[in-house]
Nanobody, 131 residues
Framework: QVQLQESGPGLLKPSQTLSLTCDIS??????????WAWIRQPPGKDLEYIGT???????YYSETFKSRASISGVPSKNQLTLQLSSVTPEDTAKYYC???????????????????????WGQGTQVTVSS
C-alpha cells in the first residue's frame, strides 16, 4: 500500500522560500502511468492544486503558482519535493502531497481539486507564514 509523508518547516517569514519533502513508501515515484501532486488547503478554504509531476518526468503547474513553484522528484530517495518562493501570509496552509494512477493536470488559474481525484494522500504538513 502506498503511503505518503510530508515534512518541512512549520514557520517561515515573508519573502522566504518554502521547501517541502514528501517521502513515498510502498511504491515507486517512477511507477508507470502515475502522477504525483502538491495540493494545499488554506484555513477555511477549499483544496488548491499547485502542480503535478508525472512518471515521465513532466511537470505541470496551475497558472496561480507557475511563477513561484518548483516540483521535482528524487528517485534515489523516492521523494517528491516542492519549493515555493517569495512566500506571503496568504501561503499559510496545510500542504499535502498526493498520488494516483493516471494523470491529473490543471493549467488554469485557481485550480480546485477534490479528494476523490487522488488515490493516495499524505497527512499534510502545516505551514505558517508570519513576520
Amino acid at each position: 500500500q502506498v503511503q505518503l509523508q510530508e515534512s518541512g518547516p512549520g514557520l517561515l517569514k515573508p519573502s522566504q522560500t518554502l521547501s517541502l519533502t514528501c517521502d513515498i513508501s510502498g511504491g515507486s515515484i517512477e511507477m508507470k502511468d502515475t502522477s504525483w501532486a502538491w495540493i494545499r488547503q488554506p484555513p477555511g478554504k477549499d483544496l488548491e492544486y499547485i502542480g503535478t509531476k508525472t512518471d515521465r518526468g513532466d511537470v505541470y503547474y496551475s497558472e496561480t503558482f507557475k511563477s513561484r513553484a518548483s516540483i521535482s522528484g528524487v528517485p534515489s530517495k523516492n521523494q517528491l519535493t516542492l519549493q515555493l518562493s517569495s512566500v506571503t501570509p496568504e501561503d499559510t496552509a496545510k500542504y499535502y502531497c498526493a498520488g494516483r494512477n493516471g494523470y491529473y493536470i490543471c493549467l488554469a488559474d485557481k485550480c480546485g481539486v477534490s479528494k476523490e481525484e487522488f488515490t493516495w494522500w499524505g497527512q499534510g504538513t502545516q505551514v505558517t507564514v508570519s513576520s
